[in-house]
């Protein structure tokens, strides 16, 4: 019996241990499994707040630059934030702010939620530290920005094939007017007896007559034996269309074009310290702007000023300056120098094509050369004919030029090269062509308007200055909206390097990216 008791202690003992040993080994397991759930909900709890936290900062930088300047958007679809925030100063730190506000939306799901609060899987992180790091402004590295932008408006309004032609033509035209005036630049004043002996090579007039006078003759050699011996008629002094020329030139070249006109001309000017280009600049740091990667640059931003900018043509405008096509081009600080100065590089342009055409067509060469006989005549000099010849040409090219502008700045067409059809000027109306301009002023069918002039002239313009300029008309232009005073290319913001820190539990994370119109 004993024996039977002692077996049955002894089994019951090996069947609790049996059954402990089970119960630590299940234990020691669900502890680790736990430590496993703990360590897995930890990452978990990491990964989330990393997410969340970018989300959250590519949230607040969205909603920063969906805010762009909406005058400058809708005025030449540009697309940058005013860093200005209406003042006159680059507020960094406004954008920070703004940064933040939005990307709280998601750090704290509890913001401003009506229904009072997260659930169970929200995690509110606690913002800390945040900083712009880096940032790119319209005027960084030469305006790289503000180039990019206004090239790739330009396509998207106009696109690439429709910009091909007028790019095609312009530049044909441009290469036109180039030889043209190299061509009227090989013309000189030193050469006028070659160039007369070579149209009496052709039959177009007579050689200077040789006056033979004897010693013991006391009549003089009249100016009817002169004009004779040129086969031509005698132009008296008072007569010499030259002098009137000459007097004519004297006036100025806008009261030559307008004539009464010229006292309404507009006579807006800009001061000192107004333009973009007259301080300097503030600077991005941290982030190199987007170039244009596409060809035809310079054509772009010379559409994006004739497309968006008025000139003379356009009449006066309700803007700082009226003629900012021709601000553009001249640089000038007011209206009328400007104006001014395009019609003066205009009328060299049209004088060389005027002046080519006199050189080459036979009748105008003989008509010059008839009347330069008779003025030699009327001066009892027939040695000065062929020099006269030439001076006749040269005013008849400036005075042809002269009706060219007017038959433009009216709204009218002037082809580049000219030909007998579309010439204007008579020969004898040298010495009087403004008052004969009513008379003898036409426009052409086929040929080119003053904007494709303009065009032609700012082939000439360097990129970096004509880009310059047509920031500092934007930035006038933008001013004049209401509330937009202060407004300043060099505060806009392209683009935006925001790092921003958060903590939750005993963690804390950071978070860094960059945003911009060029992304």
């Known amino acids: 019996m004993r024996d039977t008791m002692r077996n049955w202690l002894t089994d019951n003992r090996r069947e609790k241990m049996s059954r402990g040993s089970i119960t630590l080994f299940v234990s020691l397991l669900l502890l680790v499994l736990l430590g496993l759930i703990l360590a897995g909900l930890k990452s978990m709890r990491q990964a989330a707040a990393r ?19 909406r005058e400058l958007f809708e005025d030449y679809g540009l697309l940058f934030v005013d860093g200005g925030y209406g003042t006159a100063d680059l507020r960094l730190d406004e954008v920070l702010r703004e940064t933040e506000t939005y990307a709280e939306y998601i750090l704290d799901p509890t913001k401003n939620n009506l229904t009072g609060g997260g659930n169970l899987l929200s995690i509110r992180l606690n913002r800390e530290k945040g900083s712009v790091t880096g940032y790119v402004l319209a005027t960084d590295q ?23 032609k007028p790019s095609d033509g312009v530049s044909r035209d441009g290469d036109k007017a180039d030889k043209l005036e190299k061509q009227a630049g090989t013309y000189r004043a030193e050469n006028a007896q070659e160039y007369y002996e070579q149209d009496v090579a052709e039959g177009l007039c007579r050689p200077v007559p040789s006056i ?15 004009a004779e011996g040129f086969g031509g008629n005698v132009v008296p002094v008072w007569e010499n269309p030259l002098l ?15 004539g009464e006109g010229e006292a309404g001309l507009s006579r807006k000017e800009i001061r000192m310290g107004d333009l973009l280009s007259d301080r300097e600049h503030s600077l991005g740091m941290g982030m190199t702007p987007s170039e ?67 050189m080459t067509d036979p009748d105008k060469r003989a008509q010059a050369d008839l009347l330069a006989a008779g003025i030699s005549a009327g001066l009892l000099n027939p040695e000065l004919a062929p020099v006269l010849a030439f001076a006749i040409r040269v005013a008849w090219a400036y005075g042809e030029s002269v009706l060219d502008l007017q038959v433009l700045t009216r709204g009218g067409k002037i082809p580049l090269v000219k030909s007998a059809e579309s010439w204007q000027l008579s020969i004898e109306n040298i010495g009087r062509f403004t008052s004969a301009a009513d008379r003898e002023r036409k426009s052409s069918a086929t040929g080119l308007e003053y904007k494709d002039y303009l065009r032609i002239l700012l082939l000439s313009e360097q990129t970096g200055k004509l880009t310059e300029r047509i920031m500092d008309l934007t930035e006038l232009n933008i001013r004049m909206h209401e509330g937009k005073k202060n407004f ?18 005993t963690g804390s994370y950071t978070a860094e990216r960059s945003y911009g119109y060029d992304m």
């Open 51 to 69: 997410t969340t936290l970018a989300s959250a900062l590519e949230q607040g930088m969205y909603s920063v630059f969906a805010q762009y300047d």
């Open 212 to 226: 033979e006078q004897s010693e013991d003759s006391e009549e003089e050699v009249s100016a009817e034996e002169i």
């Open 488 to 505: 300043r290319l060099d505060h806009c913001i392209d683009a935006v390097n925001v790092e921003l820190g958060v903590s939750v539990g």
């Open 292 to 358: 244009w990667e596409g060809p035809m640059e310079k054509l772009l931003i010379q559409e994006f000023l004739m497309e968006d900018f008025p000139c003379f043509s356009d009449g006066d405008q309700e803007k700082r300056l009226s003629y900012q096509a021709e601000y553009a081009i001249g640089g000038r600080r007011n209206d009328r120098d400007n104006l001014k100065l395009v019609l003066s590089k205009l009328q060299v342009l049209r004088a060389a094509s005027n002046m080519a055409f006199l």
């Open 142 to 164: 030469e305006n790289t920005a503000f180039r990019r932008q206004v090239c790739e408006q330009m396509k998207l309004q106009a696109g690439a094939e429709l910009l091909k």
């Open 244 to 258: 009137s020329y000459q007097l004519l030139r004297g006036r100025g070249l806008l009261k030559l074009v307008f």
